[in-house]
């Protein structure tokens, strides 16, 4: 494949477009090429190397004097049979040490030497033949050059030449010198006498699919290339001096320190899961892996499948796995069993306390420490509970038969086994917490033996230990968070490092911080407002100055808070809690009891660490923080607390990202509790984590030249980001002609004027980054702090304090503000604030009785005679209703034919009928039908269903009624819905005030208690009509008081808004009418869509808009489903989304899932189908009626459905 070279112009168009170097995709923290790329050149043995050609007659009177030769091992940094790689310390800096047996001389890398400013003798150089032939010249020589190796220090002449992998290579010159060797090439260990004593050095043993990293590698490749070979270099810590007597003890059990293979021995002691009574088996589904993962995942499995710790299961429990990277590149799974140990009734077998341990070793001056290996795979499981296991992964179901790592009780389970296996030397020479074996002693030979006792009761229980994490007959070693000595046992210095290594505040923040950490344990520290008084001097305005006054009560609060009686013992009979925090650039925690501190943690965050969320950040923090603190925490139930929300449910969140996987692996078998803390009550961990690197700028210059340094070799397609914003930053002040004056004015002086100061060329403003003026650089910023994930599309509150923490310019608050009321996603996203739009527009009052009327439907009511819709019918001018009960499925025409039968015969045709969208009124019979008799139909424009308000009014009192009297037999509804029409038309109604009988026919509804007969029928009639007349007249008064009254009472709660042609508005699609689909997608659905163009207004609060030609709903809306589009930009016009014939929101169906006949008695069976909408998962799936569906999708039958 071509390799692609980018010209500089190119490299700065990619970055300006977001774009990677090596692909055409955006670049993001997650991204990796498709096509990635490693430029390797193999060695092949057949093949010559390209090496350096020199004249054939002065090389061969070269090698008759030197006879030297170097073998390609030497020079690639590969291994072969007779050679063996360690480790040496030059000049404080770590070497890779090539022993070889086929190379005559010692040589070293001519980069290292340059690298470590040795004295170079270029005088002195000869020819080197290679083991192919070939002949390369020496570039110097290094005389004398002083470096130890695992303990032996030795100082050797070196010739230097151009190495690949290693940078020294000692050949027969040395290796000649030491007299007899013992030399075991298998195992890779070297044994002879130097200065009357025996020297061991342990060789690097390899492991496969291992990168050797160097920085001679890199350096190498960035300057010419070179000859690379892909070869494990594994860095072990390797206890340099063993004493001979214990070297011969540990060499005579190899099989303790040997990988464990197959199923460990049956013992006593199997782990058991005991579940709470009546819990069903746990099952979860599988995570979702990549395709590369899942091949991981395979051979993972098959290798636990052929080492015999897991087998194929049919059990009904089931745990998914976590899919974790390892440190050296390579994966492993844990299974993810924090649902089953919900479920898991706790073992309460005791956990050793560590001062308790500790107290025991009293006199011992001698020390051996043990670390087991694969601790929890060297006991089986019960056989009863291996079911429970169980793990699922994309092709198959598996179970251990060995303890996996995760489970609840396993710690217990563990230790109750190195009980019983050390039982009777417990407490006299050995101590074990969990896999962690102390073995201590008076004296080296009473060690000796008390070493061989441990090591054979080891071997004889089959178990294993791990020699590169051993350490034999030392005078001190770390255990359990303490240094133990022959002097006693000390806390740990890395305990109290966070404090005591706390820099010297340069800036006002970093002194509130450190005041904010000590201040929280002033009750504990006598006379700490006195102490502190030149610290808090420091804050008033414009008096920053530190002093020698300053500097003793900064170092003697640190001392203060290092020490007792603030820093207080553990007592393990209380609750241990950890209060834990992440900044933009590192992390602190503190392990407390009682609010009293025993430890301090702070780390700065570094490499690629930096550019992890918040989120992420905050996981790490707690993370580290309880890995920390392993030994007090460890089968204890203790509290974290931290002000991220999120992860005080991170016992349940289910896992998605491969950090997720890798962190929350860490922290199975542990119990715990997370809390919330807000941040500003979380004052120690957030000035812990605030403690180093707190100056933004330099932490990201300094991790820039680093990640540019990884990416100028060209040797595999990595992508990394590069701020060039630091130099548009400083080219911002050229444009601004008052900062530039201010840059040359400090530049000049040397110090700060007012709140600004300079800063490596940047201009800072109370260590603010300054912007200039014109700048289009403040676009960027304001994006960054209002459009990205971090900024979350904030208001102007938030997003102007977020751009207060690290920025400033002239017009800050009018810029941010103007830019957010010209965003464009907040605009169709958020909801309006505002009142309403649009004033009241009442209907006009109709001239007499039935000459208007309204139309609605009551659906979702129960079925009741076959019934189950009500169609309710008001007369707009004295309030008169008709209830006429109907069922599904209804058409036009029936409503049509029933409108005949109960209203027409009554009251004749209206002159006007209002309605909503309803498809039985915007269908083409009944606009046709009633279009030929004159009768005009007015119905509510789009997705403003309040145009119909009376009838809306006149459901929700049927409903009341309904319900009143109903309720008990709900299927009886029927029989009271004559009685419901009597009681509406006879109450009373506050804008006629009259009921709607009396309005109609101009006397009160006559009692239906009393029969009052004997009037004289032709007065009757005329007092009749003339009271009619009056009763029609005192009608429309009322009516017209009560409209008034009603816009005066709703404009207090709307806003006018009015548009012009030509306008850009933002339209918003809420459906009046609810279905069931959709429901989760809905929530995040967008609130506005567009902008679209007004061009025509329609009335006096309706506008018609420009619509894209797919669309399929009404055109015309009312004022308050629009807002104005805000900003000068017009974005492309969005497609609208998915609706039916009424125009509500409408998902479309991609798949049906399952089908089903629902059978309720006295009715016909219906069929129901499970339906997964588009864009939507399985689980959100919907059953819905099968007849419905192909009424509301014609499209889509035979295709779907």
């Not at 590369?292 to 080492?307: G, R």
């Not at 296996?421 to 074996?437: G, M, Q, S, T, W």
């Not at 669309?1111 to 016009?1133: D, E, M, N, R, Y």
Request: with cysteine; aromatic share 10%.
């Amino acid at each position: 494949m071509p390799v692609q070279r980018l010209t500089p112009m190119q490299m700065s168009e990619r970055r300006k477009k977001g774009l990677c170097y090596n692909c055409d995709e955006r670049w993001n923290s997650d991204h990796r090429c498709k096509n990635r790329k490693l430029y390797l050149m193999e060695e092949v043995e057949d093949e010559e190397a390209e090496l350096i050609e020199i004249e054939e007659e002065e090389v061969e009177a070269e090698l008759e004097d030197e006879k030297a030769e170097i073998t390609l091992c030497a020079l690639l940094g590969s291994t072969s049979l007779s050679t063996m790689r360690v480790i040496a310390i030059l000049n404080g800096q770590k070497t890779v040490v090539l022993l070889d047996t086929g190379s005559t001389h010692n040589f070293m890398d001519e980069t290292l030497a340059k690298t470590l400013k040795l004295p170079i003798d270029v005088e002195s150089n000869f020819g080197v033949r290679v083991a192919n032939g070939q002949v390369i010249r020496t570039l110097g020589e290094c005389k004398e050059v002083k470096f130890k190796m695992q303990g032996l220090h030795l100082k050797l002449t070196f010739n230097l030449l151009e190495l690949g992998g290693c940078g020294i290579v000692l050949g027969t010159q040395w290796l000649s010198t030491p007299g007899v060797i013992s030399w075991d090439f298998k195992n890779l260990v070297m044994g002879f006498m130097h200065e009357g004593k025996q020297v061991w050095l342990q060789g690097l043993k390899e492991k496969p699919n291992l990168i050797q990293g160097s920085k001679d590698f890199k350096g190498k490749a960035t300057m010419k290339g070179l000859l690379l070979q892909i070869m494990p270099c594994e860095l072990a810590s390797i206890q340099e001096e063993i004493c001979a007597p214990i070297r011969e003890l540990v060499e005579e059990f190899p099989q303790v320190f040997e990988e464990p293979e197959g199923l460990p021995p049956k013992r006593n002691h199997e782990h058991q899961i005991l579940l709470k009574q009546g819990v069903p088996p746990h099952f979860q589904r599988p995570y979702r892996y990549p395709h590369y993962q899942k091949t991981e995942i395979e051979k993972i499995v098959q290798d636990l499948l052929d080492s015999g710790c897991v087998r194929p299961s049919q059990s009904p429990f089931a745990s998914p796995v976590l899919l974790v990277r390892k440190a050296d590149g390579s994966w492993r799974i844990c299974v993810d069993y924090r649902g089953l140990n919900k479920e898991t009734v706790k073992d309460k077998f005791p956990i050793p306390v560590v001062d308790e341990l500790l107290d025991e070793l009293q006199g011992a001056v001698v020390f051996s420490k043990l670390d087991l290996r694969s601790a929890y795979h060297q006991i089986r499981m019960r056989e009863e509970d291996i079911e429970k296991t169980a793990f699922k992964t994309h092709e198959g179901h598996y179970e251990y038969l060995v303890m996996p790592f995760g489970l609840t009780n396993a710690p217990s389970t563990f230790q109750s086994l190195m009980n019983e296996v050390f039982r009777p030397h417990l407490r006299k020479f050995v101590l074990v917490f969990f896999d962690d074996i102390l073995v201590y002693s008076k004296g080296l030979e009473e060690h000796t033996a008390h070493l061989k006792t441990v090591l054979q009761i080891l071997a004889l229980h089959q178990l294993y230990a791990k020699m590169s994490k051993c350490v034999f007959a030392t005078s001190e070693v770390e255990y359990l968070g303490h240094i133990i000595s022959g002097e006693g046992v000390k806390t740990d210095p890395k305990k109290i490092a966070a404090m005591v290594d706390w820099p010297i505040p340069k800036s006002l923040k970093a002194v509130r911080g450190f005041l904010g950490l000590t201040g929280y344990y002033r009750k504990f520290i006598k006379g700490y407002g006195q102490i502190t008084s030149p610290l808090t001097s420091l804050l008033k305005k414009d008096a920053f100055l530190w002093s020698e006054k300053a500097e003793k009560a900064f170092e003697e609060l640190k001392a203060a808070v290092s020490q007792p009686p603030v820093l207080a013992l553990p007592d393990f009979s209380k609750t241990f809690v950890i209060e834990c925090d992440a900044s933009g650039f590192g992390m602190g925690a503190v392990l407390m009891q009682d609010g009293r501190p025993l430890a301090y943690y702070s780390q700065a965050l570094k490499g690629k660490n930096l550019f992890l969320s918040t989120y992420e950040k905050e996981l790490l923090a707690l993370v580290l923080s309880v890995k920390k603190w392993r030994p007090y925490l460890f089968a204890t139930i203790f509290t974290i607390k931290t002000d991220q929300q999120s992860l005080k449910h991170i016992l349940e969140q289910r896992v998605g990202t491969p950090m997720q996987q890798k962190w929350i692996s860490k922290l199975l078998g542990y119990h715990f509790v997370v809390e919330y803390k807000q941040g500003k009550e979380n004052k120690v961990a957030d000035a812990l984590s605030r403690k180093e690197d707190t100056d933004l700028k330099t932490e990201v210059e300094k991790e820039t030249v680093y990640l540019q340094a990884q990416t100028q070799g060209h040797l595999c397609a990595i992508s990394f980001p590069s701020p060039t914003w630091l130099d548009d930053l400083r080219a911002s002040y050229e444009e601004d002609e008052e900062l530039k004056s201010l840059v040359s004015r400090l530049q000049a002086s040397g110090e700060g004027e007012g709140h600004y100061t300079l800063n490596q060329g940047l201009l800072l403003y109370k260590d603010r980054f300054c912007i200039g003026k014109e700048s289009g650089m403040k676009i960027k910023v304001l994006a960054m702090i209002h459009d990205s994930p971090l900024g979350g599309h904030s208001g102007y509150l938030k997003s102007l304090h977020r751009a207060k923490k690290d920025w400033f310019w002239h017009g800050m608050k009018k810029d941010i503000k103007a830019y957010i009321r010209g965003c464009d996603t907040c605009q169709r996203l958020k909801h309006e604030t505002s009142k309403p739009a649009g004033l009241l527009q009442p209907l006009a009052i109709p001239p007499r009785p039935w000459h208007s009327i309204s139309m609605d439907f009551v659906e979702g009511l129960p079925t009741s005679r076959k019934q189950n819709v009500i169609l309710v019918i008001v007369d707009r001018f004295t309030k008169y209703v008709h209830f006429i009960s109907l069922s599904h499925p209804y058409t036009a025409s029936k409503v049509a034919a029933l409108f005949l039968q109960h209203v027409f015969k009554l009251h004749g045709l209206p002159s006007s009928i209002v309605s909503d969208r309803d498809t039985v009124f915007t269908s083409l019979f009944w606009e046709e039908l009633f279009r030929r008799q004159g009768v005009d139909l007015a119905m509510s424009s789009s997705y403003h269903p309040q145009s119909d308000g009376q009838t809306e009014v006149v459901n929700k009192s049927l409903e009341h009624y309904l319900r009143a009297f109903a309720a008990d037999k709900a299927s009886l509804w029927v029989e009271w819905l004559p009685l419901a029409e009597y009681w509406f038309n006879t109450n009373y109604h506050t804008s006629t005030k009259l009921s709607p009988f009396e309005a109609l026919y101009g006397y009160l509804p006559p009692r239906l208690i009393e029969f009052v007969p004997g009037l004289t029928r032709v007065a009757a009639v005329e007092d009749l009509l003339e009271h009619r007349q009056q009763v029609v007249g005192l009608l429309e008064h009322n009516l017209v008081a009560a409209q008034a009254q009603m816009k005066q009472q709703a404009d207090k709660h709307r806003s006018e808004r009015e548009f012009e042609v030509g306008d850009w508005v933002f339209l918003r699609l809420q459906p009046f009418r609810q279905k069931s689909m959709r429901k989760k997608l809905g929530k995040l659905s967008p609130k506005f869509y567009g902008p679209y163009k007004v061009i025509q207004r329609v009335g006096m609060v309706a506008y018609k808009l420009e619509l894209p030609e797919e669309a399929c709903i009404h055109p015309v809306f009312h004022v308050s489903c629009l807002k104005a589009k805000l900003g000068k930009t017009i974005t492309p016009i969005s497609r609208l989304p998915p609706t039916d014939a009424l125009g509500h929101l409408a998902p479309q169906p991609a798949k049906i899932l399952e089908t089903r006949t629902i059978k309720k008695r006295r009715l016909p069976a219906v069929t129901e189908v499970l339906v997964q909408w588009e864009e939507g998962d399985p689980d959100d799936a919907t059953w819905e009626l099968l007849f419905k569906l192909q009424e509301d999708y014609p499209h889509l039958v035979g295709k779907v459905f």
